[in-house]
């Protein structure tokens, strides 16, 4: 089971470039790392999703080192409307149904955008 | 159209009611979740179906059951609820357990208030 950490807080101003990292010690072989972001009162939003070395899409890049035992996501100039919780997503989807838990959700990190 | 329909949005009852929540998606997608939510926390997996059939129940007690009549449809039914059900239930889903696609896709969520 990959036990997730992350930072329960971060704080950052507009424009800034911002980056949030996740600790997955025991991240198994086949586990893929999920970055998700949530605003209150609604559900996680997909934000980019990655196996080793580095992804990038639209909005955010994602950094895997690699042992894979951490991640690092980096949300390039950030704006008012990026403040909102956002979690790691460790596992894979294919073990469901094996038994064993497969999908596992770090604590979150909240971050504050200021102007 | 990667949407997740979560309905109802907001719900209260009672420890001696039976209500359901709904949550349907239009995507193809093989798989379906159940998690629940309590406020600054992340989200805790409470059930999986994989291919219409339960595939992970995470120890969820029996007062809550799970329902999926067809491919697009999951239903979670409550009965005898406690007041710490009261929480955000999330509903996702995912292309399937044996593709590469690993991206859940969540609902807006039901905010459930038991009183």
């Known amino acids: 089971l990959a036990k997730t950490t992350q930072p329960i807080s971060m704080d950052s101003y507009e424009g800034q470039e911002v980056n949030i990292t996740c600790s997955h010690n025991?991240?198994?072989?086949?586990?893929?790392i999920t970055w998700y972001q949530q605003f209150p009162s609604q559900g996680p939003r997909f934000i980019i999703q990655g196996y080793k070395t580095k992804v990038t899409n639209e909005v955010a890049s994602l950094f895997i080192p690699a042992d894979r035992k951490s991640s690092t996501l980096s949300l390039p100039r950030v704006s008012l409307s990026d403040t909102a919780v956002y979690y790691c997503l460790v596992g894979d989807i294919r073990k469901l149904g094996t038994g064993r838990r497969a999908l596992t959700f770090g604590s979150g990190t909240r971050l504050q955008v200021q102007p | 159209d990667t949407e997740v329909t979560q309905t109802p949005k907001h719900l209260v009852m009672g420890m001696t009611n039976k209500k359901s929540l709904k949550c349907e998606q239009h995507m193809g997608h093989r798989a379906m979740y159940w998690y629940k939510q309590k406020a600054k926390k992340p989200p805790e997996l409470m059930f999986v179906y994989s291919y219409e059939k339960l595939s992970i129940n995470e120890s969820v007690p029996s007062r809550f059951s799970p329902e999926c009549p067809n491919s697009s449809l999951l239903n979670l039914h409550l009965h005898a609820l406690q007041p710490e059900d009261s929480a955000l239930y999330l509903c996702a889903s995912s292309q399937g357990a044996a593709g590469e696609e690993n991206i859940q896709y969540f609902g807006a969520g039901t905010r459930l208030s038991v009183l």
């Open positions: 025991n991240i198994a072989t086949n586990d893929y």
